[in-house]
């Protein structure tokens, strides 16, 4: 019966789930964004490494007054990198990082503005990058400061569309390097573009790039993710030694690892997260409104099929029953409407924007929780209202 008369007003009921339709799929859309941009955020620290921290001279995401106060503390220097290697016992693997941007050139062509990094022979390891073609440098390249470089596949598709790339030269700052090594292709992380990656020898780095010592980042990999705040512990108390700091003094140094990364990231999102169901929320009490409005209408255009249906025995839970499950009935247009809105919506976003979406597990029991709640306070006034009716009175309407 609840469902007839709801169909004998199709447009009305339709209409009334408007305020629903918007406010589910406000949330589900942005529920579908949040949940693919943290499942893709999370691969893409667990790719860099959840055994992985670096030391550095300041921390990360410190401020403008924590960047200030570090520029004061001595630069780390690229040694630093062995000296951990050589007394740590927890650590696998260590490089030097030194960055700076340049310009590179092969024949005709030139790509301007290209992160150069200069690390180690262990950067692979701590990276757990692969080789496409050729291989990294080796002990022996970084020791000698070869003019040896591996390129990303941004990097390889501009200069060698057609042709081999390993054993051509290309020129860094006006020194030429030998292409040895391809990193296999691994597109965006984080803020950077992996395919882009141009890497050398750090002593190479220090002779052609940058002769001045501006002081490097310490990349470290413990021997196993569990012991990684043990790894932490022993870096530290190395670093404070290699700096010759008193226990009475600061640490002139930060380490830096990627929940730092997480953390700020779900700042973020707990932000996006906020809005969404604040928008949401005021979305549904409208439609909620709505809701109740059609339903008090519904109860006064019915008021003499009320009184009929009690003079033939109707209880009033059995009145009150048939106006909830229209209401609820009403919800649950507007729900499914909402979420399968945001659905398309969400495949939509992961399918032809570089935006990551992933459709929640768990829409069924969102819906299924809005339509209880909604349905079901916004119902109950009309609902009881009805199943309050006094036959004779409603007989006469």
Request: glycine residues 8%; contains cysteine.
């Amino acid at each position: 019966m609840s469902l007839y008369a709801l169909w004998g007003h199709k447009l009305r009921a339709v209409l009334t789930t408007l305020g629903i339709t918007i406010g589910v799929f406000t949330v589900g859309s942005v529920t579908a964004i949040i949940e693919g941009l943290n499942a893709s955020f999370a691969d893409q620290i667990s790719n860099l490494g959840s055994d992985v921290f670096y030391v550095s001279r300041h921390a990360w995401f410190s401020g403008y007054d924590g960047w200030l106060k570090s520029q004061k503390y001595k630069i780390i220097d690229v040694n630093t990198a062995e000296y951990i290697y050589d007394n740590a016992e927890y650590v696998e693997a260590t490089s030097p990082m030194i960055r700076r941007r340049a310009n590179l050139k092969y024949k005709e062509k030139s790509m301007e503005g290209i992160e150069i990094t200069g690390v180690n022979h262990m950067m692979p390891i701590i990276e757990g990058t692969e080789i496409s073609e050729g291989r990294f440098f080796s002990p022996f390249d970084v020791r000698h400061r070869k003019n040896v470089v591996v390129i990303g596949e941004n990097v390889r598709k501009e200069f060698f569309p057609n042709t081999a790339a390993v054993g051509e030269k290309i020129s860094i700052k006006g020194h030429k390097f030998l292409i040895i090594g391809l990193f296999e292709k691994k597109g965006k992380m984080l803020f950077n573009d992996l395919d882009s990656r141009v890497q050398i020898p750090y002593l190479t780095f220090k002779k052609l790039i940058e002769r001045d010592n501006r002081g490097a980042t310490i990349a470290v990999k413990s021997i196993h993710p569990d012991l990684l705040a043990e790894a932490e512990d022993e870096v530290h108390n190395l670093m404070r030694i290699n700096r010759g700091l008193h226990p009475t003094e600061d640490d002139d140094f930060a380490i830096n690892q990627m929940n730092t990364l997480m953390d700020l990231y779900n700042q973020m999102t707990g932000f996006l997260w906020a809005v969404a169901i604040g928008i949401g929320s005021i979305s549904l009490v409208v439609g909620g409104i709505g809701v109740m409005n059609i339903m008090l209408v519904s109860v006064a255009e019915r008021t003499r099929e009320i009184g009929i249906r009690k003079s033939i025995g109707a209880t009033r839970q059995k009145i009150l029953f048939q106006f909830l499950i229209e209401s609820m009935v009403v919800c649950s247009i507007g729900v499914i409407t909402g979420l399968l809105l945001a659905t398309a919506t969400a495949l939509l976003i992961q399918n032809f924007t570089p935006l990551a979406a992933k459709v929640p597990a768990n829409w069924g029991i969102l819906g299924a929780g809005v339509v209880l709640i909604v349905g079901v306070i916004f119902g109950m006034w009309p609902a009881n209202r009805a199943a309050k009716l006094d036959p004779i009175d409603a007989l006469r309407y």
